[in-house]
């Protein structure tokens, strides 16, 4: 059973690898419920540091392997055909750049990630900012207050050598009104979620 957010995630996932092809596939951060068993084939690994995370995604499928993003991906270089991370991974974990080198070095050259991240610009942020809210997301982690925009995190995925494929968006919401889901390539820089599809390149 997957919520709304969720499933509009998997809907743009199935618009970014309609024409994919690859056997290896890397659900980082996989969770409880893995979205990446709805949109990928082929040998799919969950990888969660929750053990009772790794036991829900073994009963629908998975390989499953304990690991703590912080520490790295414990896997041999250019073992992945996609990599798929769509829990907000970059926001929670502590060194985001430290985990795009390692995503990068285990997906094969020319190897697809998919990634998302809670937008701090979002549109019903941006309300709520206007009203002298705090914004919604902020993830204080001990080492000072993480936040992503669309711009933000489009530049931190090319700093580490992904080419940028698509970028999308879950919804825009409107607070007290309503969630407008939004698979439309314009406005994006407003939406709950930014997805990216990008891809590992040479140096």
């Known amino acids: 059973m997957f919520t709304e957010v969720q499933r509009l995630k998997i ?14 596939v890397l659900d980082a951060g996989c969770g409880y419920n893995p979205l990446s068993k709805e949109v990928a084939e082929g040998c799919i690994i969950g990888l969660d540091i929750k053990l009772e995370c790794l036991k829900e995604a ?5 390989e499953v392997v304990s690991a703590d993003l912080n520490r790295g991906i414990p896997f041999k270089d250019e073992s992945f055909d996609l990599i798929i991370a769509t829990g907000n991974i970059p926001s929670i974990i502590y060194d985001t750049d430290y985990l795009l080198e390692e995503m990068r070095r285990v997906l094969k050259m020319l190897g697809v990630l998919i990634i998302d991240v809670y937008n701090t610009c979002s549109l019903r942020n941006r309300l709520r900012v206007g009203v002298g809210l705090t914004p919604l997301g902020l993830m204080p982690l001990g080492i000072g207050i993480k936040a992503f925009n669309k711009s933000i995190f489009v530049a931190l995925l090319e700093k580490h050598h992904f080419r940028i494929e698509d970028v999308r968006a879950t919804e825009i919401r409107i607070p007290k009104i309503a969630g407008i889901p ?22």
Do not use: A, P, T
């Open 58 to 62: 073994k009963k629908l499928g998975l």
């Open 182 to 203: 939004w698979r439309y390539k314009f406005l994006v820089s407003l939406g709950e979620f930014i997805i990216v599809k990008c891809r590992k390149v040479r140096k």
């Open 11 to 24: 809907e743009r996932m199935k618009e970014f690898l309609k024409d994919f092809k690859g056997n290896m």
